[in-house]
Structures are given as C-alpha cells and as structure tokens.
C-alpha cells in the first residue's frame, strides 16, 4: 500500500523537474546576442511610455473578485454535504437534509439578486467609452 | 490498486524508501504520458485539425504527415534566444511559466486512467480526490496572474485582469456542477465516482447504456463543459489572450523556453479539463473492447477536438458580456442544477 501523497508528491517532484530540464536544455542551445532596443516591451511598435503598473483599470475587476469571495467560501461548505447527502436522507430523512443547505443557498442567492439589482455585476463603461459608444442598427 | 503499488510489487526494495521509489517511477510515467501527448497536441494535432476546419493543408512536409514538425519545433523553440523585457519583475516572471506547467501536470496524480496490460494507471486514489483536482486546475490563474502583471507590458496586464474575472466568473459554476455529480456519486474519490458509472442505465434494443452521469444528468454535463472551455481559455471564452485586441495577453513578452512552458501549461490544462469531464461524466476508462487506457485517451482527445472546433467556430464574446454569462447566467443554473438533483436524489433515495 502506497500513500497517496507520496504519490502526489512525487508527482509534483516530477512536474517540477520537466521544465527545469527544459530550461536547463534551452539554456545550453540559445544564442544570447543583447542588442539595443531589443528589450523594449512590445507595443505594437510605439515606443512604450510609463510604467504598466501605474495604468488605470476598471473597478469592475474588483467587484467581480469580491463576490467571488464570498461563492467561493461557500462551495467549500457545500462539499461536504453534497458528499453525505445520500446517506443523510437515508438516516434522517429528506427534509432534515435538504431544507438547511437550500436555506443556506437561499440566503446566497438573495446576496446575488442584490448584487445583481445594485449593478455588481453589471459592467460598468468609463465615461470616455460611453462617449464614443456607437449604436448600430441591424 | 494504483499504479505505484504495482511497481512497488516489482521492486526489489522494501519500506518506505521503496514506497517513494515506486510513486517517483510512477509519477516519471504519467509525467511522460501526459508530454507525450501535449506534444502530438501542440506542434501537430492543432495545426491539423485548424486547417481542416479552415479547409487549408497543414505541416505535412517533415515526415510522414508531418508528424517530426514535433521535434523541429521542439528544437526551433527551445534554441530561441530569450529576450528579458526592460523592467519586469523578476522571480514572479521567471515562475509563471513554471507554475502554468507544473499545476496543470500535477492535476492528473488522481485521475483514473484505467488499465492496460494488466496495470492501473492510476497515480494516487485519495478520499478528497476530486476536491485536489478542482484546487490544482486553478492554480493556473496565479501562474496568469504572475505572467500578467511581471511582465511591465500593458497588454500583459489587462490580460492577466481579465484572465483573473473570467476564471473566477466560470469557476463556482464548474465546482458547483461537479458537486452535482458528488450528490449522485456519494463520494469524492475519483475511483469511486467512475464506480458509481459503470451499472447500466437502459437498455435499448441489446443495447445497454451506461449510467454516465453525462446520460444521467445532461443538463449538468453542458453546463460543465461550457464552463471548462472557459477555465481553458478557448473560444468563446479566450478574451485573456484576444489576440486581434490585446496582442496575445499575458503570454505578449514571453520567448523561447517560456513560451514553449506556458504553451505546453496550457495544453495540459485543457487535457486536464478532458480528463476532469471523462471521469465525472463520462465514465472515466469505461468502454467496450479496448483496453480502459485507450479508451481513456480516446475521451480526453475527444474534449480537445471539442475545444479546437470550439477555436475555430465560435466568435469570442466581450468582457461585458463574459461577466453577464458567467454571473447571472452559468452560476443561476448551475445552482438550480444542483438544488433540482438534490431534490431528485433525495425524493429517490
């Protein structure tokens, strides 16, 4: 009998090792020929300007990993319920099993209907795109 | 039994010491398995079934079918100079790559990829199988992440933003439908849910279907699917790329050995995807005549065919319209999909 971490480990290990050997082989067969101009990063041929750290991005990226969050943290709990399920209606009956998970869903479903109603996940435009919004008839 | 237990039957060493030696074999072979067929994938598999879609000719000058652009591409890519852009950040750029690469093969230490001659090519069996896997698929985001805001280019940058709403918007939908399966199945083990497949669902004519939880539950597996091509970042879902708006994302200043990484991480993943969705719904290596393995490699090509048609025929959506899918589309289906099945489960039961 093998533990099943050390398999997994061992397959992190080897998951590890693949691309540092491909590394290791990359690095002896390169050339390495520095030139100037060469390390500007690509902007389609502009001359790049200012750092790409400091530009300004949309708020909704934001909101979007906020309710996230709280989803994620939820199917967590879900996980081991769905696992028990079966044998929970089995033993204590339907209603027992199911009516504290669907309220549990159900108070997250409210949360989303809120988010929803207050344009969470509603994509907000800047106003310099809505400016130059084009509405086209088909 | 698993894969390193049969080679430990082999070995002539004892204790843990040939525990660990057995699960590194086993690890090298899957390990193998998986680049063996990443590779037919990436160089050749793609180009061909693209061409066939745009009705043009693919490689077919190097070898026969152009099956050794394989190993010209493998040289012509790893013999590229690598160029380092002006001001990136150095360790997170030089481990995106590696972690793109290393979660997406580390994902197949639990998947059942059934027998051959005699041996099961399964890794590791773990009780928490399927939750690992979930937990591994999405590791890629960091390595996106990573890529996207080290490498100091603004293209980069927005595609690693909205590599990160996409994959947090299609995730939930993906765990939560694959909880649906766990409600039916009763366990996470992946050995254990291809298990709870294999009895007959109908029989039509002689015919018998297999309780496929793809047969059992459809409504679950498209919606899996759809939300698998999205963690992958195939059309309609490949806004993190965009080519023809955002150059190619994240990946914009990656050359030689990185590049070769992060395609390499990205063709395993979707492999990775196939396998998810051959073991929950589609019976794992379950299958008539062939050996399990091969019918196991059969499905998990069938889903990239899935994802490269995908790529060829479906326009990309908008940001905008990503968010609109995911949010109040997929994840208001994909919980009525699992509070239905816990219902139907439970009336049966």
Redesign the interface.
Known sequence: ????????????????I???S??L???L?????PEQG???????GEV?TG???H?Q?NI??YM??L??VV??IE?VF??PW??????A??EVG?VR??VP??VF?GIL?VG?AWA?RNGA?E?V?SPRAESQRVDRDI | M????AI?GVLPIGGVAG??V???I???I??TIM?TNTAVAGPWAKRKITAAFTDRIAVNRVGPFGLLIIVADA?RL??????????VDRPAWDLA??VL???A??G???IPMGSIFGVNMQ????ETGL??VFAIASVASLGLVMAG?A????????GG?RA??QN??Y??PL??TG??V???A???QTSEIVAAQSETLVSLGGLAIPSWFAFVNPFAFVLFVLANLAEVGRNPFDIPEAPTEI?AGYQ??YS??YF??IYLGEFVHIFLGGAIIATIFLGGPAGPVLPGFIWFLIKIWAVFLFTQWARSAVPRVR??QL??IG??GM??LA?AN??LT??I???I?
């Open positions: 009998m093998v533990n099943a971490w050390i398999a997994i480990g061992a397959l992190a290990l080897v998951a590890v693949i691309p540092l491909m590394m082989i990359s690095s067969l390169r050339p390495s020929v060469k390390r500007a990063t690509y902007e389609s790049p750092s790409s750290r530009i991005f909704q990226y979007v990993a309710l996230f989803f994620d199917t879900i996980f769905a696992v028990i399920y079966g044998d209606v089995g339907l099993a199911l998970m669907l869903i479903v989303l929803w996940v994509w435009r | 698993t894969l390193p237990e430990a525990e660990i057995a699960a590194v086993g690890a090298a899957i390990g680049l040289v790893l013999s590229k100079e690598l160029i380092v852009p002006e001001g790559p590696m690469a290393s979660s093969l580390l197949f230490a639990v890794l590791a069996d773990p939750a690992f805001y490498s100091n280019n603004k293209y980069s940058f927005l933003l990160v709403a947090l918007a995730e939930i765990v939560l909880l649906s766990v409600i039916f009763g366990t996470l150059v914009t200043e030689s050995v070769v990484l940001i905008d968010i609109e949010w109040k994840l208001v919980f699992l509070v816990a219902v489960v439970g009336v039961a």
